[in-house]
Nanobody, 119 residues
Framework: QVQLVESGGGLVQAGGSLRLSCTAS????????MGWYRQAPGKERELVAG???????DYADSVKGRFTISRDDAKKMVFLQMSSLKPEDTAVYYC?????????????WGQGTQVTVSS
């Protein structure tokens, strides 16, 4: 069983920074891809940033240059450093893991952490 627990969300003023953390447990981690998604009220969940097992990172256009995803395989953690935050970044942020087992991909989600950016 894989579990993901996010932390680090909160209320911040526009222009501020936050660092989200995701701690994984179970049969995960170094060979699996990780990511951060977000969902704002009334909107669909969207990919914010992803990082492969090899450390290659990709970002949504809306966060490029402002957000940085990283991972610490020894600690089974993934991070999202968010800077220059905007009110439109307000959402629940979810940690995601894609776990590959014998040719099958399994998707796991954390419970989410709220990020609110005030103007």
């Amino acid at each position: 069983q894989v579990q993901l627990v996010e932390s680090g969300g909160g209320l911040v003023q526009a222009g501020g920074s936050l660092r989200l953390s995701c701690t994984a447990s179970g049969s995960i981690f170094s060979g699996d891809d990780m990511g951060w998604y977000r969902q704002a009220p009334g909107k669909e969940r969207e990919l914010v940033a992803g990082i492969t097992s090899g450390g290659w990172a990709d970002y949504a256009d809306s966060v490029k240059g402002r957000f940085t995803i990283s991972r610490d395989d020894a600690k089974k953690m993934v991070f999202l450093q968010m800077s220059s935050l905007k009110p439109e970044d307000t959402a629940v942020y979810y940690c995601n893991a894609k776990v590959y087992v014998s040719g099958t991909t399994y998707y796991y989600w954390g419970q989410g952490t709220q990020v609110t950016v005030s103007s």
